[in-house]
């Protein structure tokens, strides 16, 4: 049961304007037509003449407005693309592939010629490519080798709301950049409205506003918090359906992440089976970062006539990508989100609630082709007093010592006067930077080192790039970079079907005869796999997903590629566990933990409880010392691919950061108190 608030979007729109779209014969007539009814296309040569005015230009416009797909574009065609490419940044892989197939299409050139993309280990351009999508860390990544972007023309920061941790650093960077090259044109586009804090920092650039059309949104609140909003969603989803006349438009549900989507996707398809053919059939359309390109063309595909579309939806449909044809917005208030506490220097993903801006972008969703419904699974109160008005910027939430080694790697070595737009913690800064000492990336100056300089140039995180760097040391550099790539594979390698997870299970032990870690196990499924010549067959008998493995493949050939590159020698060590493990540990020695009495850990130098994950092989076994990969905060604080060490290693591996003492009460080998402080006087 919910609660009715009328507001008003906007400005209403003139429907004539609808009909009058040119019924276009091909399929490329009307895409082109499609263009000219964008609220941006009147205001084209206007933006023109602004851009070639203004160095700096911030453009505001709401959600579906153009922005992305057409400025570029505009920008192209008014001939910029002759001094230089067009970069269009966005803050997620699946917007930068899905807008630059959709820009390709309205150019009528293949994706990958004229229009193409970049996001990390997947290069999408080529010597023709004038019109580049890129995520935010790609061209962050391209800072490194070209610091005056000579290559472009015009960048287009785009979704610059989102204030991504590469988005925020970009903008310091593009505005040096901006000073000794007046040749370069900045674009720094918003979905908000608050662009007067973008303007204040570029030096009060001009904002350009291109007015958009909304319809009024109806929202609604539920009386009471909703204990499952899953569930809740899930119902209101079906009422909609049901209560709704079908062919009057699709609804749109937030969820967090990729597993509540499928549970959600199941669950949609089992009740909705039970409905009879009196109700129109319900097309259910998952999108999320991780989602297969060809599944990710299907949520733009139009309703078949007379059903009804569901699309289930991250927060990548906030503002990133527009769908067409929503009129419900399902909005059970809460966003997964990235958090880092600089103290015990742990990561952790977190469900928190949204933002009331967040709370606006959803909702306005539905009132784009007209008026929209959308149903809140929260209280009025929550929205009023609950909320904060806007999300955190990622950098003063996250591990920043990926930035400080980019930054350094820049010549930046003084962060505290970078002129961040809004600056990160001081605390997180110094933790960043007392790691990248220990890993000695950088010396006691906070100078580059020549292992900070190698590190720096994988497009992986700091303790993934020690350990790549250190299997020069231990001879293994084939195992490690293969162990690097399957820990960079986006979706999981292991295949657990709901019906056959006894076997899954069975096959997924099978990797790791010997006792071995889940590192060693993902070198093991992919050296069976490159065994089998790559073998499709294999992957489905072993309950391995073949579109990871592929994925991993990649990686690795271009980790092969930057090894070579840093001349790091490609050698396989032969079955010598411990030096991989001790490799590994050369990166991960900060994630180590020790067991407790009752089977759960605690990590060494922040003290804090962690259990080793379900899916681990290692969550029986429970070896006294453990580094892991990673943290993640589900119903537990759950670390996830462990693998087995020997506490005296850490001393021996990271003397910066562990002392005798950390290490000595263990067990059998227990050594007298006081020792380890002798030793080290
Ligand atoms: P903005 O950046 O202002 O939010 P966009 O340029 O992304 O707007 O979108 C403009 C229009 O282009 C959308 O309303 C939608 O109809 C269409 N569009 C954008 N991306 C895609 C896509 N990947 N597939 C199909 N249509 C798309
Ligand atoms: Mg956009």
Redesign the pocket.
Known sequence: EFIQEQVMGGVDVDEEEERERSIAKSAHEKLLA?RKT?P?YPYRESLLKAVEDHQVLIIV??????????IPQYLHEAGYTKRGMIGCTQPRRVAAM??A??VSQEMNVKLGHEVGYAIRFEDCTCEKTVIKYLTDGMLLREFLGEPDLKSYSVVMV?EAHERTLSTDLLFGLLKQIARFRPDIKLLISS?TLDAEKFSDYFDCAPIFRIPGRRFPVEINYTKVPEADYLDAAIVTALQIHVNEPAGDGDILVFLTGQEEIETAQEILKQRTHGLGSKIPELVICPIYANLPTELQAKV?EATPQGARKVVLATNIAE?S??I?GIKYVIDPGFVKMNFYDPRTGMESLKIIPISKASANQRAGRSG?TGPGKCFRLYTAYTYYNELDDNSVPEIQRTNLANVVLSLTSLGIDDLLTFDFMDPPPSEAVLKALELLFALGALNKYGELTKVGRKMAEFPLDPMLSKMIVASDKYKCSDEIITIAAMLSIENSVFYRPKNKQVHADNARLNFYTGNVGDHVALLNVYNLWKETNFSAQWCYDNYIQLRSMKQGRDIRDQLKGIVERVEIELVSNSGDLDAIYKCITSGYFSHSAKLQKNGCYRSVKHPQTVYIHPSSGLCEALPRWVVYHELVLTTKEYVRQVSEIKPEWLVEIAPHYYELKDVEDLGSKKLPRGKGRASKL
Do not use: N
């Open positions: 499609d964008l941006v416009g709401e959600t579906g407005s153009g922005k992305t797909t057409q899905s807008v197939a959709r785009d979905a733009f503002t990508l527009t067409d784009r």
